[in-house]
């Protein structure tokens, strides 16, 4: 249900390059000094999308390597995709430095205001796919797969015998309730008030644990577990967003 959504929506900006001069080309060509360093500088932005969202030194380093790549290819940027790069390479500083208030927690970052700004700017996602389609037609170089690659579950073992891929390490009781919740708000655009919030966590605790929310994460709720989640919102009057 809501598996990848962070670091999809989050890390999957598309790839950036920035800035233009007069002595650049007026468009790109194949083979040539733009097409070279934007290859290397999409296979270091592509990476992004299978970084661990909990691994923050990894997604430190990667994340300013790939604004470093970007930089490379920044002077070379021709003149007809210079205002799609320039947007590009904003919302990617942007995520950097809204990553860095937040100590590089990808959980916490899209919880704020600003995340959840970023996180709704649809910008972003147009200028990644028209960049995109830029470098397939004028470079010759593949488009993004659209699906990121998994990266290796922490944990793939939970109750029941049943198969899922850990995306965050929720740890158990209200702690994981309540950070299971901030993946539910983020999943569907939506805030829960503090007294619904404090509801749901109440119908919950020592009732599920942080391998149980994991498997809705991942989209994998067993009937047991929907039951008891769908029963904790209809006790706090809470409608259920999808």
Do not use: W
Not at 96 to 123: F, H, I, P, T, W
Not at 188 to 217: F, H, P, W, Y
Request: with cysteine.
């Amino acid at each position: 249900m809501i598996k990848h959504l962070v670091l999809v929506s989050v890390l999957g900006l598309g790839f950036t390059a920035c800035g233009s001069s007069d002595s650049v080309a007026a468009t790109a060509a194949k083979g040539d000094a733009f097409c070279k360093s934007a290859e290397t500088a999409k296979v270091d932005n592509d990476a992004l999308n299978a970084i661990d969202g909990t691994d923050t030194t990894k997604i430190k380093l990667e994340l300013g390597g790939a604004i470093d790549s970007l930089t490379t290819a920044v002077a070379k940027a021709p003149k007809d995709i210079v205002v799609t790069a320039k947007t590009l390479l904003s919302k990617e500083v942007e995520l950097e430095s809204l990553l860095k208030k937040n100590d590089y927690d990808v959980v916490k970052m899209s919880s704020s205001a600003e995340g959840k700004k970023l996180l709704a700017d649809d910008s972003a996602k147009k200028a990644g796919d028209d960049f995109d389609k830029y470098l397939s037609d004028k470079c010759g170089i593949a488009p993004s797969d659209t699906t990121p690659s998994d990266t290796t579950p922490l944990d793939t073992t939970v109750s029941g015998d049943t198969s899922v891929d850990t995306i965050v390490d929720l740890g158990e009781g209200e702690a994981a309730i309540n950070k299971f919740l901030d993946f539910y708000e983020l999943g569907t655009s939506s805030t829960l008030t503090a007294d619904e919030r404090s509801c749901i966590v109440s119908n919950l605790v020592d009732k599920v644990t942080g391998a149980d929310l994991n498997q809705a994460i991942a989209g994998q709720a067993s009937s047991e577990l929907q039951q008891a989640l769908g029963l904790a919102f209809i006790n706090c009057n809470v409608t259920v967003q999808s």
